[in-house]
C-alpha cells in the first residue's frame, strides 16, 4: 500500500547509472501489471524490439514520488552527436533525407570508433531517475535511499515484481543499424526537391528506432511505419493469388509489360471520399509531391486503365508522379 505525505512545493530528480555489458531493453512484466502497484506506465520502444524499451512510470508507494524513469545510457549518446529535432521530425523533401541518413551514418561511425571502456560506458549502460516532490533536496534523496529505489531489486520489490528484459550484444546492435541504414540508403532516390513517399518515411522511421531513438513523435511515426509494413504485406499476398493479372496483354509494348504489372502492385489506390460503398476497390491516385488527386474522369476507367496510362506517361520513374505504397 502507498503512503500519503504532505507534499512539498519543490521537485528534484535524483540519479543514478548502471553498467551493463549489452545492449538492455525492458518491458513491465505481467507480475507488475497485475500488482496494482504501478500507474501512469509507459514503454518507450527502442531497436525495433516490439514492447521493450526506456520506462516510465509513477509508483504507488509514496505520493512523494512523482514517477520513475528507467532508461539507457544510449540516449544521451545520440544526443550528443544529433540535435533532437533532427531525431524527431520527418523531412518534407528528399534533400532533408539524405542529411538524416548521413547525421546516422556518422553517428554510427563516431560509435564504432569507441574503444572498449567507452563504448561500454556511453552505450550499454542504463539510468534510473526518480523525481520526488519535497521541500528539500537532502529529504528527497533520503526518502529514495531508505525505500530503497536506487537499486533494480528495490524497484521491483515497490512494484510487485521483476521487469522483462532483453539484452543484445554491442556487436549485433551495430548490424542492426548498419542494415536498416542501408536500408533506408536504398529507398532514398530522385531529386532533392521531390517529397518522400510512405515508403522512405518508413524506412527512416525503422532506422532512427534502430540506433535507440525513441522522442516525442516516435510513438505515431512508429506506427503508421508499421501500417505501412502491414499493407506491404498484405499487397504481396495479394500479388502471389494474381488478384490484378488480366488478358490485355497483346496491346501493350514488350518493354511496358513489366512496368504496369509493377504499377498495379506498388501504386496507392484510394477510395475516394465521395465514395458511398467504402468496401470497394479503390481507384484514384495521389500527386506525389503535393497530395492532390490524379484526374480520373476521361483519363482511365478501372485500375489497369490507370497503369496503363501513367506508365505510358512516366515510364519506370512513375512513382516521382505518383504516390506508392512500395
Known amino acids: 500500500m502507498g503512503h500519503t505525505f504532505s507534499l512539498g512545493k519543490n521537485i528534484y530528480d535524483y540519479g543514478v547509472n548502471f553498467p551493463e555489458n549489452n545492449i538492455m531493453l525492458f518491458k513491465f512484466s505481467n507480475a507488475q501489471l497485475q500488482s496494482q502497484r504501478i500507474i501512469e506506465n509507459q514503454v518507450y520502444e527502442m531497436c525495433n524490439v516490439k514492447g521493450y524499451g526506456s520506462l516510465s512510470f509513477k509508483p504507488k508507494i509514496d505520493n512523494r514520488i512523482v514517477k520513475v524513469k528507467l532508461y539507457q545510457e544510449l540516449c544521451h549518446a545520440i544526443l550528443a552527436v544529433i540535435q533532437k529535432q533532427c531525431l524527431d521530425d520527418m523531412p518534407r523533401t528528399i534533400r532533408t533525407m539524405r542529411i538524416r541518413l548521413n547525421q546516422m551514418r556518422d553517428l554510427l561511425a563516431k560509435?564504432?570508433?569507441?574503444?572498449?571502456?567507452?563504448?561500454?560506458?556511453?552505450?550499454?549502460g542504463m539510468r534510473l531517475e526518480l523525481s520526488v516532490r519535497t521541500e528539500k533536496i537532502i529529504d528527497g534523496r533520503k526518502l529514495c535511499s531508505n525505500l530503497d529505489l536506487f537499486e533494480y531489486s528495490g524497484i521491483e520489490r515497490a512494484i510487485g515484481g521483476h521487469f522483462d528484459i532483453?539484452?543484445?550484444?554491442?556487436?549485433?546492435?551495430f548490424q542492426i543499424c548498419h542494415s536498416h541504414l542501408a536500408t533506408l540508403a536504398n529507398e532514398i532516390h530522385g531529386r532533392n526537391s521531390y517529397a518522400p513517399s510512405i515508403r522512405v518515411k518508413s524506412a527512416l522511421t525503422f532506422a532512427r528506432q534502430a540506433i535507440g531513438w525513441s522522442g516525442k513523435?516516435?510513438?505515431r511515426q512508429f506506427q503508421q511505419a508499421r501500417d505501412w509494413r502491414s499493407a506491404q504485406a498484405s499487397q504481396q499476398a495479394l500479388i502471389q493469388v494474381g488478384q490484378f493479372l488480366y488478358d490485355g496483354w497483346k496491346q501493350d509494348d514488350l518493354n511496358i509489360?513489366?512496368?504496369i504489372f509493377e504499377f498495379l502492385h506498388?501504386?496507392?489506390?484510394?477510395?475516394?471520399?465521395?465514395?458511398?460503398?467504402?468496401?470497394?476497390?479503390?481507384?484514384?491516385?495521389?500527386?506525389t509531391n503535393s497530395g492532390a488527386y490524379w484526374k480520373k474522369d476521361g483519363v482511365y476507367e478501372d485500375r489497369v486503365g490507370g497503369a496503363r496510362h501513367f506508365i505510358q506517361e512516366y515510364g519506370a520513374n512513375w512513382r516521382n508522379h505518383v504516390q506508392s505504397i512500395a
Open 217 to 219: 513523435h516516435m510513438e
Open 266 to 287: 506498388n501504386a496507392h489506390w484510394f477510395v475516394h471520399s465521395r465514395v458511398v460503398d467504402r468496401r470497394v476497390d479503390g481507384l484514384m491516385l495521389k500527386k
Open 111 to 124: 560509435w564504432e570508433g569507441m574503444s572498449e571502456d567507452i563504448s561500454r560506458n556511453c552505450l550499454l
Open 166 to 173: 532483453r539484452e543484445g550484444s554491442l556487436q549485433r546492435f
Open 257 to 259: 509489360r513489366p512496368l
